[in-house]
Each structure stands twice: as C-alpha cells, then as structure tokens.
C-alpha cells in the first residue's frame, strides 16, 4: 500500500487536510502495511533436549528429534512425552511455554535447543533452564541451517551471530516475539475491551502462534486459540493477506475507544448541565423568598401610630374572644339537649319493645310468688281484656303510642338542627378571634420592631440578598446551552480511514474469500467430513455449515472430528491460496495433537493420516507434526511420513 495515496484517500473521505490525517496516524502510531510479498514460511528442523529425569527410566538424558520436510509422526504411548515435544517447541518458537507444559517436566530440563528456518533466516534458539525456569535465552542466526547443528553461542568466524538475548522469561519472552513478528511480517491486533485499563487489548506473536499449534477438536476458536475480540477473523484476513487487515483492527480499537471518550465526555457534561440546572433553580426559589419577605415587611410608619392601632386592635381582640366563648357555650348546650333527646328516643323504643315482648308471654305462675294462675283468671283475660297475673287492664292504643315516638323523633330532629348551627357559628366565631390575634401579634412587632430599628435591619438584609442572588442567575445565563459537539478531527479522521481499508479489504476479499470456502469444502472432505457440501466463512471468522439435505449449521455444532478437519481444512486452503496468487500467507507450519483422540473409528483416523501425507506431498511450503499413541496404525498406513518413535514399546520418546 503507497503510504501518500492511502493518506490522500483517508483526506479526501474525511473532507479534511493531508497534515490532520498524518498528525492523527502519528499520534496513534498507525502506518500502511508494508507490501504483501514478504513470505512467512516457518520450517522446524530440529528439537534437542538435556537435563536429568526424575522418574523411571531416572538419571541425564540428551535426546534430539529431526523433523522431516513434510508429515512427521511422532509415536509413543500415552504419557511418554509426545504432547511434551509440541509444548518446549513451543517454548522456544513462541518465546513463552503454555500452562500445558508440566511443571515436573521442566524441572528435567537444563538444556533446550531448537533449530528452524523461518522466512527465509536459519534460527537456533538456545535455552539454559535451572529449577524450571528460563534462566537465558538466546536466538543465534546462520546462514545454512546445518552451521546450528553443534552451536550452542555465538560464533563470527563460522559465520553464527546472536541476534537476540534475555535473561529470565519475560525478557525472553518480548525479544522473540519482536524478532518473529519483524522476520515474519505481522503488526499487532487490537480490539476494544472495557475491562482494561487503555481500553483495548493488544494481541502479538502468541495470538499468531495459536493458528500453528492447533488447539483439541472441541475447542470453540476455528483460527488460533482463543474467541475472545473476534481473534479469529482478524487471523484469517492476516493470512489471506487482505489490504492492511491488522492496520484495520488497530484503527477500529482506536475509533472504539475515541467514541468511547465521547460518549464518557458527554455524559460528564451532561451531568454538569443538571448540576447547573439544579443550581439555577435553587436560586430562583431563593430570589422568590426574598421578594416575598420583602414584601411582608411593615410599612415605615411613626411609633404613634402603631401605638393607636395596637389599641384598636387589642379591643376588637378581646371583643372576638367573648363572642368566640360565649359561642362555645351556646353550642355546648345544644350538644347536651341533642344527646337528651337521643336518650329519650332510645328509652322510648325499647319500652315499646318490651311491652310487646311481655305481652306475648303465657304465665302459668305469679312471676313473683309462683301462685298458679287459675282458670277463671285466663277466661277474665280473654272476656274483659283483664291481666291474669295482676288484673290490670290490658288493652292498648297503637295511635297513641305512635304519637308520642313521633313527638320524640322531631324533638331529636329540631336538637340536631340546633347543634349544627351552634358549632358554625363557634367556629366562625373562633376563626375571628385566631384572626384578631394575629393581627395584634403582627402590630405588636412592628412596633417592637420600629422602636428596635429590627424591621430596618431585616429590610437591608433582604434588599442585599437580593443583589446576591439577581448576580448569581445573571452568571448562570451566561453558561453556554451545551449543545452537541461536533464530531473531533481525529474522530473524523478515524472513521474515514476504517471506510476506506473496509473498502480496500472488501474488494480484495471477494474472490479470495469464494475461493477459500471452495478450498475448504474439497479439503475437509478428503480429510473425511464424508456428508459435507459447502462451507461460507466470513470476516468474523465464523463458518457456516452445510451438509447434504440439511439446513445450515455452525462450526461451533460440529464434532470434535469434524471441527478439526475443519481447522487443517482452513490452513491448507489458505496456503493454497497463497501459493496461487503470490501473496504471504499462513507460516505453513502446523502442530496436531492426538487426531486420532478425536476418532471412533480407525478407518477414520487412518484416512486423514494418509490425507494429510498426500496434501504435504502436493503442498511444499506446508510442514505438519502429528502425535499419536498409535504407531502400528502408522506405519501400516504411511509410507512418505517421517516417523518418530521410542526404541521399544512403553518407552519414553526422548
């Protein structure tokens, strides 16, 4: 990519000037990728290991294992040291051993060494351990691999320089990933992430090594080791060598953050624009206070005056408080009559009742000293209406009765009016004697106040108070509005330039992206994935499914077999790729642990054995290390492999 055309591409979409658009990329450190033909193949030639084992078979060792140019086997039984060669090669190449690589198994090692050709360059890389950890590391470099074989330093007159040193793992650790990503091309990864501290997280050689040491077929990442920041599309444009796709990551990480901050500033200015509010308001009420007190001020007037009026006042005082008593009074002894009446009622009511309850009882005995009543006494009372226990008469008078409960109902009636009456005239009453001793209390301090000089002092208080307060909501008018701000250059700047290499990227992915997925497709199903019809990977770096007659599915649904066919699938077909059209692509380099865990059946492991034999035939630039506890179904299948096994059965590989 021309680095002037591309700066004059982002201007022009940002509608901005050249000098912004290279102070923006200056100050985040962006520049164009370099051009795209710079090759990336890793080759491993050797691997050497010494120390002192610890259990059967005990004491020092000093193997070495030779990689062939295209499929090597190594096979042993379980827990005899085949993942053991993936895990310190990856020590030494990525600068930093995995959490797989068993801590009892770097307490054997004191030497390790390993040889490789990457892009081009013979690297030695020569590590001294002690207790398990890295206490030098060295990268010597030649310039034919065979000079390495014996050099354990640095040696001019044979032509072996040291290219790179570091004392303890995390120097180490830094000095090959820097020496890696610059031989091999490759720029940094970035993607936005609110639990770190810059906001983004920043992914290097370690990232890119996930896509050789090819995790275990149920893992969920389909290109390197992780799924987190979608590593795995960023990976997979990186390798199909689209126009500055890790300049693209890091633009995208950086305009996510910028919008991040602004998102952050606006909302801290909108916060401060409540708080103003909030503020303007509170003085608003106070100046409203203020005028009102004000105004509840006295008049100034003369002491005499007021002396006339408090005398005035105290008079219709005490005249309002004998009406609002003798008010009080009246009403009182309308209460008491209503509740006489109500009494009366009641008394009159139940008497009726009972009388009616009494007179339907039959006697049969005095009530009071049991004498039996006769017969002649029933007859008197039903002939003469005569009681027959007290030879009274017994006849009533319904009218009469009704008339005196009448009488007594409007009685209790004319009681109610009365009362209701009496308690509005003691409240009016009331209410006008609170009012004529307010206005006396209110006359009595203003005459205090006058012959104080209070009311004068209250009056200077209060007229200060309000300059102060009329000042602060000038003050308040002047704050801007705080409309919305507009867009930064360097916002600006950074989305024009992710339009522009999105652009880029898609018109150069198109083609490469179809031709992949075909690649894919073919590939797997060599491999064994019998009922696979086609295959659409996307710049996510997510894969779409589709089996014969069936609906589409994803490669997180796939089976462990399946996901890793899917895997060596991906990386064949970008090699193929860039083998087609000259572009840099995949290191060529893969790991593979254990497929033959991944398989129910023999025949399936055996058959992507021997596919994986046939592709690095047809593949030069293409290198694959298999382990397997397997070595009968290995030597039966293979014939060009190189294979690497143990001296006898059950015994440990180095």
């Known amino acids: 990519m021309n680095h002037e055309d591309f700066i004059g591409r982002v201007a022009i979409q940002a509608g901005t000037a050249v000098s912004v658009v290279e102070r923006v990329f200056a100050d985040h450190g962006f520049a164009p990728a370099v051009s795209s033909d710079i090759p990336r193949p890793i080759r491993l030639l050797r691997l050497r290991m010494a120390g002192d084992r610890s259990v059967e078979p005990r004491g020092s060792f000093d ?13 042993a039984d379980n827990l005899r040291g085949k993942t053991s060669v993936f895990e310190l090669l990856t020590w030494c190449l990525r600068g930093s051993p995995r959490s797989n690589l068993q801590g009892v198994v770097r307490n054997w090692l004191s030497r390790l060494e390993c040889d490789a050709v990457v892009a081009g360059h013979a690297l030695g890389f020569r590590l001294a351990i002690r207790g398990g ?11 034919d691999p065979a000079q390495l074989d014996s050099a354990q330093s640095a040696d001019p007159g044979r032509g072996i320089v040291e290219i790179a040193r570091g004392a303890g793992q995390d120097e180490f650790a830094t000095m090959v990933e820097s020496l890696m990503m610059e031989l091999l091309g490759l720029q940094r990864l970035e993607s936005r992430s609110r639990r770190s501290a810059s906001g983004t997280n920043t992914y290097g050689w370690a990232a890119y090594f996930g896509a ?10 389909l290109l390197g080791d992780t799924v987190v920041g979608g590593l795995a599309g960023r990976l997979l444009q990186v390798f199909l060598d689209l126009p500055s796709a890790a300049l693209l990551t890091r633009v995208k990480a950086a305009r996510d953050q910028h919008v991040e901050a602004e998102r952050a500033a606006a909302s801290d200015a909108a916060r401060v624009r409540h708080m103003l509010d909030d503020q303007r308001g509170a003085a608003q009420r106070e100046l409203a206070e203020a005028r009102a007190a004000l105004a509840a001020l006295p008049e100034q007037i003369e002491a005499t005056a007021l002396v006339t009026i408090v005398g005035e006042l105290t008079d219709a005082a005490v005249r309002a408080e004998a009406d609002s008593w003798q008010a009080r009074e009246t009403y009182e002894l309308f209460r008491a009559q209503r509740r006489s009446d109500e009494r009366v009622l009641n008394d009159l009511r139940e008497h009726l009742a009972a009388r009616e309850l009494f007179h339907a009882l039959d006697p049969q005995v005095c009530p009071r000293c049991e004498a039996p009543i006769g017969p002649e006494r029933r007859a008197a009372e039903r002939a003469w209406a005569i009681c027959a226990v007290c030879a009274s008469p017994t006849i009533r008078s319904d009218s009469h009765d009704q008339a005196i409960e009448e009488e007594a109902r409007w009685r209790l009636s004319a009681a109610q009016a009365a009362e209701q009456l009496a308690r509005k005239h003691r409240d009016e009453a009331a209410s006008a004697a609170d009012e004529r001793r307010r206005a006396l209390a209110d006359a009595e301090r203003a005459l205090a106040a006058v012959r104080s000089g209070e009311s004068e002092r209250q009056r200077r208080e209060l007229t200060y108070r309000l300059a102060r307060v009329d ?3 000038a003050a308040f008018d002047l704050v801007p509005a705080g409309e919305r701000a507009a867009r930064s250059d360097t916002r600006v700047v950074l989305d024009a330039a992710v339009e522009v290499l999105t652009d880029d990227q898609v018109a150069a992915g198109d083609g490469l992206f179809d031709e992949m997925n075909e690649n894919i497709a ?8 019998r009922n696979l019809d086609r295959v659409v990977a996307d710049r996510a770096g997510r894969l779409q499914i589709y089996k ?4 589409r599915e994803w490669f997180t649904t796939q089976s462990p077999g399946e996901r890793l066919r899917l895997r060596i699938a991906v990386v064949v077909a970008l090699l193929r790729i860039g083998h087609r059209h000259g572009i840099a692509t995949h290191p ?17 492991a055996a058959a992507l054995l021997l596919a994986l034999e046939r592709l690095c035939a047809e593949t030069p630039a293409l290198q694959i290390l298999v382990t397997t506890a ?16 143990p001296p006898g059965r059950g015994q440990p590989l180095w």
Do not use: N
């Open 522 to 529: 073919v590939l797997a199903r060599s491999f064994g994935f």
């Open 588 to 604: 060529g380099l893969l790991l593979i642990d254990s497929p033959r865990s991944e398989e129910v059946q023999d025949g399936d």
């Open 63 to 75: 193997s070495e294992i030779r990689f062939g140019t295209g499929l090597t086997v190594l096979a």
């Open 212 to 221: 050789i040491y090819l995790p275990s077929g149920g893992e969920p990442a």
């Open 471 to 473: 000042g602060a909501l």
């Open 133 to 143: 950890e890295l206490i030098t590391g060295v990268v010597l470099s030649a310039a």
């Open 548 to 551: 014969t007659g069936g609906p």
């Open 630 to 645: 397997d070595e009968e179904l290995v030597r039966r299948t293979l014939t060009q492999a190189t294979v690497v096994a």
